[in-house]
């Protein structure tokens, strides 16, 4: 200390001096105390060190790229994080991989292989549809229909007409030959059948003594629009047929299936 010129120096005991470095200690322990009081409301508490800088609004805005990260739900849980919906958008299909919103990959996640004819991803689901990783929908043509046949109309029966007897004399007086024409016009044949011929006797003055019937099988089978013709030699009893008299076939009728 100076005074009146004379310079004079102050020596402090060893003891002076603790109880000095003592005070010190105890008034900055008691500024932090106040500042962390001060700092305990609902806000927050902070301590202001430095200098104070230049008032006003300060403009926070970024400076480089910002990637956008989602955050990891809760494992295990059932819920939803903000931002995403439960299921996918229509018409796409299900991937195993998903995508960040810079489009790499989530953390965890197995990204879809690449398709060798689109390069994109694809997804997983099944269907007539299949969704791509590029939101378009690629259609599974469906396979032609098997041609419906042509309904079959059954044949038609079996139609059989004849024509009339020609006759021929035969061996004996008794005996004739007859020649019948057959034809069938149906759409199936004839298997089976008979043809009854009806023979006259005849006196030598021209009268129709008696009438005799008797059959005979048809030719068969007689296929679909078939013609054909057979001969059949007609005999009767000799007793009915007397000296001067002599037969004729003049009629027939036919029954067929």
Not at 117 to 132: D, E, F, I, V
Not at 163 to 179: E, F, N, S, Y
Request: proline share 11%; charged share 15%.
């Amino acid at each position: 200390m100076l005074r009146h010129g004379t310079l004079r120096t102050t020596t402090w005991s060893p003891g002076r001096r603790r109880a000095l470095a003592g005070a010190s200690a105890a008034v900055v322990c008691l500024g932090a105390t106040l500042g962390a009081c001060a700092g305990s409301g609902s806000g927050g508490g902070y301590v202001a060190v430095g200098g104070t800088g230049r008032s006003g609004p300060v403009d926070a805005s970024p400076t480089g790229s910002v990637t956008m990260v989602p955050l990891d739900g809760p494992k295990g849980g059932g819920t939803t994080p903000p931002g995403t919906t439960g299921s996918p958008p229509a018409g796409t299909g299900t991937g195993r991989g998903t995508a960040r919103a810079d489009g790499g990959p989530t953390p965890g996640s197995t990204p879809d292989p690449p398709s060798p004819t689109t390069g994109k991803s694809t997804g997983a689901g099944t269907g007539a549809s299949t969704g791509t990783g590029d939101g378009r929908t690629t259609h599974t043509p469906a396979p032609p229909a098997a041609p419906t046949p042509a309904p079959t109309t059954p044949p038609a029966p079996a139609a059989l007409s004849w024509g009339g007897p020609v006759t021929a004399a035969g061996d004996q007086r008794w005996c004739q030959k007859v020649t019948v024409d057959f034809r069938n016009s149906g759409g199936t044949a004839v298997r089976s059948g008979s043809v009854t011929f009806g023979t006259h006797v005849i006196g030598a003055l021209g009268i129709d003594w008696s009438t005799v019937r008797t059959s005979e099988a048809l030719p068969v089978p007689i296929g679909a629009g078939a013609r054909t013709d057979h001969t059949w030699t007609v005999c009767l009893d000799a007793w009915r047929v007397p000296l001067g008299m002599h037969v004729e076939t003049r009629d027939l009728s036919v029954q067929w299936k």
